[in-house]
Each structure stands twice: as C-alpha cells, then as structure tokens.
C-alpha cells in the first residue's frame, strides 16, 4: 500500500550511472534517472548511452508536460466527482506516505498556524479555531492511487473555493502551491482549486483528522490521484511561477487529475 | 461457370502483375500499432507490479520504466499513438471500404471449415492479400479488443471526466480488471499472431517490404 521507493540497477549500469550522476545536479532528477534508466534492461540491450538515455527521460518529461494540458482541457470545473453512500466507506482506510506509518508527524495543532504567502490580499497567518468556524462541507469519495488501488473515505473541512476568496488570493494566477509539516510539497492548477470538491479536510469520518491522514489539515481533492492530496498542510501560496512537488519532480506527472 | 472459372485462372495472373499485399500505409500503421503495444503492455506491466492486484507479479526484467513513475511515463506517451494511429487505421479503412472489403462477411460456417483446415494444416495461403475466416474473426477482434483498451484505460486515466463510460465498464475499480483482462486477450492474440507468422514466414516479408 505504501509508495515505495525502488531502485533497481543493471550490474554493467552502474559506471556509466556513476558519469550521468556527476552531470546532474538536481538530487531529485538525479534520482528520476536512476530509477528509470534501466527501462527493463533496454538502454542496455540497445546499447544506448546515458545521453541516449538521458534524451528519452526529456522526450518523456515533454510528453508528460502535453499530458499537463490535455488534463487541463479535460477538466470540466463542474463536474463533481461520485459520491458513495456511507456503508461504502473502505474500513480501515488505508495509510499512505511517502514514508511508513510509525514516522507520521505529530503536528501540535494549538500551535500550528496556516501561513500563507504570494498573491494573496490578505496574509495573516490562519488557527485551527478560525478554520473550524469556518462554514463546513463534507464527502464521501473515492481516493484514487498513482499505484492503481483506490478506497472510498470521508472527508469534512472547509471549501478551499470559499478559503481563497476570504482571504482574497488572485483566482486568475495559474498554480495554487503547498507545503507540508512532513517535507512534503506539491502545487496544483487553480481551476482544481476552485472546484466545488476541493476541501480543506479538517475531520475524517465525523472525527478529527487524525494524524496519520493529515492532522491537522489535508487538501482533499477527489478529481485528483492521492499524491496530489498533500497531508499536514502549514503553507498555501498563490503563485503564476510553476514549483512541482515532491513525486512531481521525479517523474509523477503533474496534473495528476482523475 | 465459365465466367468464374476464367476468374479464377486470370487470378495468378494477376497477382503476378500486381504483388504488392500490404500497402505501404498499412505497413507503417502495422509497426507504429507494434511499437505502441509493445511499450504500453510492458510499461502497463510495470504500472500492474504496483499494487499486484490479482494476486502475482510480472517478472520485473520484461517490464518498462524502471520504477512505476518511469513506467506511467511510458505508458501515457504511447496511448496517444496507439489512440491516434489507430483512429487512423480505422477511419481509413472505414472510408475506403476495405473494412468491409477484407474482414467481412465473417460466416461461423465457413469459419469453422477454415479453422478445422487450419488445424489439419491444410489452410491455403494462395493470395496473401485475402484474409480467411479465421483472420479476419482474430482481426475483428484485435481491433474490438484495442477499442476496449483505450475505453478502459480512459476510464483509469480520467474516471471523474468520463462519467457515462465509467458506469458502462463497471466504475474505476471495473476498468481496472476490464483493461488487465483486455490486455490478456491482446497478449493472446500476439502469441497466435507471432507463431503464424513464424509458420508463414513470407507473411512477415510481405509486412515489412509490401510483397
């Protein structure tokens, strides 16, 4: 259930690896190609060179980058994504981070406080209470995976659309950006932002959210797989600056809609 | 009678005249379509290692994409040629009429007599250019199959997009067992298909160089 993280490396790939890591910088691209080099053997059943190699990783990010607009031309703002009846909640729902469950971050929520930053009017930095005494919606929706499973839970917070607008964030900027109290950073396009769905989880299943699914605040976005659900969120910025996230800049594509 | 009779001896003739059994298009459209399955079926194994659903994996050194984010890459860079060389294989035969021309009429008597000739390995291979019973029923079907496929596979890619035709296949959880099953059959084909060609191997000279 969890995301795992594999390397697998050809014994005869190693050297050459060794070359294409001292031309990259970046550690997160750094670790895209390392992952995907191997492509099942191919570049070495082929011959390729890691320029070989290193060409078709940036063939494939460009296509990933189309995919991004496609995605964004698909997207329909008001189309709601299916909502399930209560008896088909999937119990117990499962964990998933990048990391295991025993190293879920304890957040202190009488201490967190929601910063905000980049086109936003109105900055100051948000409670737990003032998110509370927001007007509250929730859902039952499915959660789908990258890895392909998919679990049916319930959610309740705060309309992210209603959020944005309170505090005044520029609805016309291109990316809405988040990072987390466990390292976790992921961005998203604006029209998932305002759409009706996108909440700012506050509760799962009527009870506070629990620390393993995000205390003390998730955006959840069921038109959108898991990884773009980021978890134990403490900064929201508006930006018109593309910024990733963490999956994202190792070759998860981006839009990541459902 | 005469008439058909000296059809039937003209047909040498002509076919000597005129050798070429797979136009150029088509070919070019064979190998792209080979191309695209073959990276979609070995990306898509990697994608099904994940999560191991039914319960097995796929052997890791016959899959694509190194990891699963290197495998999802893959897989949606080669679902827009199989999608767009496809639609075009499609609408070219609809529009020409060879659709119709060279896969129909598919009749079950005539398939079961050409299937018990094949398998008494009796079938004829006179003109390439004239599919029998039996080919055009695993052709017919390929193309279903890939038809379901990318239905399918819309469904996983965009299931709150689609909502019609995510009902129609069961919901995300239906499409995911629809496509891996209609990934089997496609695999199926692809074995009878090879081991045909292996059989007629002039089959696989005239794919590649028309006649």
């Known amino acids: 259930m969890k995301l795992k993280r594999e390397i697998i490396l050809p014994g005869d790939g190693e050297l050459m690896l060794q070359d294409a890591m001292k031309r990259l910088a970046q550690p997160s691209r750094r670790a895209f190609l390392q992952r995907s080099l191997t492509l099942g053997g191919l570049s070495l059943l082929t011959g390729c060179t890691t320029n070989d190699a290193d060409s078709i990783e940036q063939a494939l990010t460009s296509i990933s980058r189309l995919n991004d607009r496609a995605q964004a031309w698909l997207f329909d703002p008001n189309r709601l994504a299916p909502t399930y009846p209560a008896s088909m909640i999937t119990r117990p729902f499962p964990f998933n981070a990048y990391y295991e469950e025993d190293e879920v971050r304890e957040v202190d929520g009488g201490a967190w406080r929601l910063e905000l930053s980049g086109l936003i009017a109105d900055r100051k930095p948000w409670t737990l209470e003032q998110l509370r005494a927001m007007p509250q919606q929730s859902q039952i929706t499915r959660h789908i995976c990258v890895e392909g499973w998919s679990a049916i839970g319930h959610w309740g917070g705060v309309p992210f659309a209603q959020f944005l607008r309170r505090v005044g964030a520029d609805l016309s900027a291109k990316y809405v950006g988040f990072k987390c109290a466990d390292d976790y950073f992921t961005s998203i396009d604006m029209a998932t932002a305002l759409h009706p769905q996108t909440l700012m989880a506050l509760t799962y299943d009527g009870e506070t959210l629990p620390p393993r699914y995000g205390y003390p605040m998730k955006l959840r976005m069921p038109t959108k797989l898991g990884y773009k659900n980021p978890k134990h969120v403490q900064a929201i910025f508006v930006t018109n600056t593309y910024s990733g996230g963490y999956w994202e800049d190792q070759g998860y594509n981006w839009f990541g809609g459902s | ?211």
């Open chain 2, 1 to 211: 009678m005469k008439l058909s009779d000296s059809r039937l001896n003209d047909m040498p003739a002509v076919a000597g005249k005129s050798k070429i059994v797979h136009p150029g298009w088509l070919r070019c459209m064979h190998w792209l379509n080979a191309i695209a399955v073959l990276v979609l079926v070995t990306s898509g194994w990697r994608i099904y290692n994940a999560t191991g659903f039914l319960g097995f994996s796929i052997p890791r050194g016959i899959t694509l994409g190194g990891w699963l984010g290197g495998a999802l890459q893959w897989h949606f860079a080669a679902m827009w040629l199989l999608a767009a060389n496809g639609a075009l294989y499609l609408l070219t035969n609809l529009l020409s009429g060879r659709l119709r021309r060279q896969f129909f009429p598919i009749s079950p008597k005539q398939l079961l007599f050409d299937l018990s000739a094949a398998l008494k390995g009796k079938l004829a291979h006179a003109d390439p250019r004239h599919y029998n019973s039996v080919q055009r029923l695993a052709y017919v079907f390929v193309m279903l199959d890939c038809l379901l496929l990318l239905l399918s596979g819309l469904v996983l890619w965009k299931s709150v997009q689609f909502p019609l035709l995510r009902e129609c296949l069961g919901g995300y959880e239906g499409a995911r067992y629809i496509h891996f099953y209609a990934m089997s059959a496609l695999c199926v084909f692809i074995v009878v298909h090879v081991v045909m060609v292996a059989l007629v191997p002039r089959t696989l000279l005239a794919m590649l160089r028309g006649h």
